[in-house]
């Protein structure tokens, strides 16, 4: 694997900041097969490494019990994040999700491990986002908040992850109130507005894009002109911007790449200079991905950068547009903290996966500087853990583990137990929740007439 740090030929403020980050991370990369058997020891007792071998571990455990704090009483200091409640719900439950730890239809976790879920979590999670939806359509922050398209979209998502055991979850949504309302944040542009009055960018058309896809109400009339705005977010550099004009950015580059490939429409896109765009975002020392260029390696954009990647390739593959981009196999393979055996993985070697990214040494990130020792994931060694860090950190691993992988078989860094449930790309829910929504809803109306009447 490179491990050479960045190359300073002039140095700058940006070239000083970067040598920080790599001083930063240097002490995590320890080759952990040469350490004392007491340092061994040390890094088992807080399970950081595996009981009898000497390979990083994911923390499981340790952050299904950090998770299940976002998902009870949060303290004053949340008071700021008042509106984005659907996205601490989200990111929680789909972290867990991951991590195999939510109620199944039994009201037993598919793979247990550490602090036990509470079995009413399901109905608390719909009793609260039903109180954040609407009458004229989609969700708002909190309850008697104004519609918003992003936790409109952190909502659906969780109450759709929780469909297949909680099918209330799926009749909870009101479609046809929904729709009219993504309708009428459209603009003649062709991008979304993220709420009445509000900015029009691509994280609004993606979220719209999304949700619409997977309700099965993207209708001719919603997706007219969609693709030619986005597509005109993309920047000189090969990434896009949130609106025509501005700089390149991880978050709407997966934004815009998602949108377009859902919309089937990903070739209106310079797709040869996104890819390249996105390659050169991840740092060949740390192994993580930044934001944009000249930036500072981040774990969020574990997925943001790493998913776009995905997207695209699986695009290039083929695939259909709501394709998750992983087998049958793949779905099954994943468990509890021994339930892996090393012949059901791939060793994340750097020519290890198809995606068009070293994919061992991004996950080696994400488990040596991303995971907190006393569960949640991070930025950044220096910062705190959070829960959007932890979601990001957890999907991208994903990604990285499972899309386009050969033979059912996930690339896995570490411990062979560091696999984790498939997400699909598009969505960032997983696999088979996406495949159970569209399958749920496929025979619903679906045709603007009568959505329009619903
Ligand atoms: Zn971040």
Redesign the pocket.
């Known amino acids: 694997m490179p491990s050479g740090r960045a190359k300073v030929v002039v140095e700058t403020q940006t070239t000083q900041l970067q040598a920080g980050a790599e001083d930063e991370v240097a002490p995590f990369f320890i080759n952990l097969s040469a350490l004392t058997s007491s340092q061994l020891s040390n890094l088992r007792s807080v399970g950081l490494v595996s009981e009898h071998g000497t390979a990083v571990r994911l923390l499981r455990a340790k952050h299904v019990a950090y998770l299940l704090t976002g998902l009870g009483s949060l303290s004053q200091g949340y008071v700021s994040l008042d509106s984005s409640r659907p996205w601490i719900a989200y990111w929680c439950l789909h972290s867990l999700d991951l991590l195999r730890s939510l109620p199944t239809l039994s009201g037993e976790p598919e793979s247990p491990c550490g602090a036990p879920v509470p079995p009413d979590l399901p109905e608390r999670v719909l009793a609260t986002l039903s109180s954040f939806q609407n009458p004229g359509g989609g969700f708002g922050g909190g309850p008697g908040q104004i519609s918003h398209c992003a936790p409109t979209y952190a909502s659906c998502l969780s109450l759709l992850l929780l469909g297949p055991a909680h099918p209330s979850c799926y009749a909870a949504v009101n479609r046809g109130a929904l729709y009219r309302w993504f309708l009428s944040m459209k603009t003649p542009q062709g991008g979304f507005r993220m709420h009445d009055d509000g900015e029009v960018d691509v994280r609004g058309t993606y979220t719209v894009v999304a949700i619409a896809s997977l309700l099965n109400v993207l209708t001719p009339e919603l997706r007219d002109g969609v693709a030619e705005w986005v597509a005109r977010c993309q920047t000189y550099e090969g990434g896009f911007g949130g609106e025509p004009g501005n700089e390149a950015h991880g978050g709407y580059a997966f934004c815009a790449a998602a949108a377009l490939r859902l919309l089937g429409r990903l070739g209106d896109a310079d797709v040869g200079k996104l890819k390249g765009w996105i390659a050169r975002r991840q740092l060949g020392f740390e192994g993580g991905f930044a934001?944009r260029a000249n930036k500072l390696v981040?774990?969020?954009?574990t997925f943001w950068q790493g998913g776009a990647m995905a997207v695209v390739n699986m695009d290039e593959q083929g695939l259909p547009p709501t394709a998750s981009g992983v087998t049958e196999q793949v779905l099954e393979v994943g468990g509890g903290d021994d339930g892996v055996d090393v012949s059901e993985v791939q060793e994340a070697t750097p020519s290890a996966g198809n995606l068009t990214f070293d994919q061992g040494l991004l996950q080696r990130y994400t488990l040596l500087c991303g995971q907190h020792v006393d569960g949640g994931l991070r930025?950044k060694p220096s910062?705190m853990r959070d829960y959007?860090?932890s979601c990001?950190n957890l999907s991208g691993l994903s990604v990285s583990q499972h899309t386009l992988s050969e033979d059912g078989k996930p690339v896995v860094y570490g411990d062979p137990s560091n696999v984790v449930a498939p997400t699909h790309p598009c969505y960032n829910i997983r696999a088979d929740r996406v495949e159970a929504a569209l399958e749920y809803y496929k025979d619903a109306v679906s045709d603007h007439a009568s959505l329009m009447k619903e």
């Not at 981040?298 to 954009?301: A, K, Q, R």
């Open positions: 934001g981040d774990g969020c954009y930025d910062k959007y860090h990001y």
